[in-house]
């Protein structure tokens, strides 16, 4: 047990260390030790402050990006004046996903500033809140982390940035600069970075979500529900119809103050959800057009495509993360009332114990389960097929377009080719 705490309270520190530095917690953090906390099972003790340092440090951020555009600019300036249509094209291209990266990369870092002490207090509840779940309970060291799953993303999303950052330069024949590094990595970095925090976030919720409806479900197991009381709780009085009542109330409570955290980091990361999203959306149009254009042609560009297709891959990520989190934690907080209807069927003869599913029930009717950006944009599994839709689309339009203004050259293609691409501009 000592050795899990230790590798849980080290993975913990190094998250929070890591986003600090890209400026996505510039809020101070004191760890709070005990022993207790490492005999119960309690992952840790944190407590959330103001930092004026974390202030500073996110204002100097966004300062990098006044230089690196004024060296920028006037190269793809030059470009915009070129002669070749399809160099025009591709420094629209570069001036448009350069702008829109530094401009949502500085919004989310002063974003970060601005709602500090929002966050800190969001932070703070969720970390009484696991005191509370500590003090209550005999044993939290088995309820679901969501450790594996942690590691799992950070690693392949880190593995996946790597591998595209090389296959760009190695597929351009060019080597890596600090003006690239400023324009296009760290800026790009920091946003997908930021829907994989919200999803982190939303991981931890799930499991706790998944651990109370555990602790519920436990009441539909007649023949031992009377244990596993007395296993869960600390204190119990010594009437069995109490004991339920009291469990049953412990985890009503516990929901309801899960779900309003819940909802105040929803409202928190909303706005920097919807700038995120729709720059990544943008970016996954245009690079499957790129990828489309470039596997269709006669001569194709392999290091090109597996580029294109990795920084797909890579984008797609922080968002598949995040739409399986939400969507989970809504089935999480749905499946809270399938199993208080089970419980009320069979406690339906006890009237203390149904009058409190009952009032149970009520409160969940008046809970809106549903994790949106600003309300628009629904963030569980539906954004996907939504992204699918809209982007096979675009991939249409962007052809049309293309094909009447002439910078599409049907010379390059083969007849099949060519009588699949009238297919799809009927469309």
């Known amino acids: ?20 530095v890209i400026g996505l917690a510039p809020y101070k953090l004191t760890i709070l030790l005990n022993p207790q906390s490492k005999l119960n099972g309690q992952q840790f003790l944190g407590q959330t402050s103001y930092s004026l340092l974390g202030l500073m440090y996110n204002l100097v951020m966004p300062l990098t990006s006044i230089p690196t555009l004024y060296f920028w600019l006037p190269e793809v300036r030059k470009k915009t ?5 399809e160099t025009q094209m591709e420094a629209w ?57 942690l590691i799992f993303v950070f690693v392949t999303h880190l593995s996946a940035t790597v591998l595209n ?46 651990g109370l409806n555990k602790l519920l479900l436990s009441l539909v197991d007649t023949n031992s529900n009377e244990s596993r009381c007395q296993r869960f709780f600390r204190i119990m009085s010594d009437s069995y119809k109490d004991n339920v009542v009291k469990l049953i109330r412990y985890i009503r409570d516990a929901q309801r103050n ?19 999203i729709t720059y990544f959306a943008a970016g996954i149009i245009y690079s499957s057009y790129e990828l489309f254009q470039n596997i269709t042609q006669s001569e194709t560009n392999i290091l090109v495509s597996i580029n294109l297709a990795l920084w797909v891959i890579k984008t797609m990520i922080p968002i598949v993360t995040l739409t399986c989190c939400v969507t989970k934690i809504i089935n999480e907080i749905e499946e809270t009332s399938d199993t208080v209807y089970k419980i009320l069927t069979i406690h339906a ?21 549903s994790i949106t950006s600003c309300g628009v944009i629904p963030l569980d599994n539906s954004l996907l097929t939504s992204m699918e839709t ?32 009238e297919i799809l501009l009927q469309l």
């Not at 899990?4 to 986003?19: A, D």
């Not at 003869?349 to 009952?358: A, S």
């Not at 991939?395 to 049309?400: P, Y």
Request: one cysteine or more; proline letters at 2%.
């Open 390 to 421: 809209y982007s096979d689309k675009s991939n249409i339009n962007w052809w049309k377009i293309f094909v009447f203004s002439g910078i599409v050259n049907w010379k390059n293609y083969s007849t099949d080719q060519v009588a699949h691409f």
């Open 81 to 85: 004046e070129s002669s070749d249509t």
């Open 349 to 369: 003869h006890d009237k203390g114990i149904k009058y409190e599913l009952e009032q149970f029930s009520i409160e969940l009717l008046h809970r809106d389960a």
């Open 165 to 210: 950052i090389l296959t760009e330069f190695v597929a351009e024949s060019k080597t890596i600069t600090a003006l690239d590094t400023i324009l296009f990595i760290i800026p790009e970095f920091v946003i997908g970075n930021l829907v994989i925090q919200y999803a982190l976030i939303l991981i931890f919720l799930e499991n706790r979500f998944k």
């Open 93 to 149: 291209r570069e001036f448009f996903f350069g702008v829109t990266s530094h401009g949502t990369f500085i919004i989310i870092v002063l974003f970060c500033i601005v709602k500090q002490r929002v966050f800190i207090k969001v932070i703070n509840r969720l970390f009484q809140f696991e005191k509370e779940l500590a003090d209550t309970l005999y044993n939290t060291i088995n309820l679901p982390s969501g450790k594996l799953l």
């Open 1 to 20: 047990m000592m050795k899990n705490f230790n590798n849980n309270f080290l993975l913990f520190i190094l998250v929070v260390k890591f986003f600090k």
């Open 258 to 276: 899960l779900y309003e955290i819940s909802d105040d980091f929803s409202s928190c990361y909303s706005w920097p959800m919807l700038l995120s």
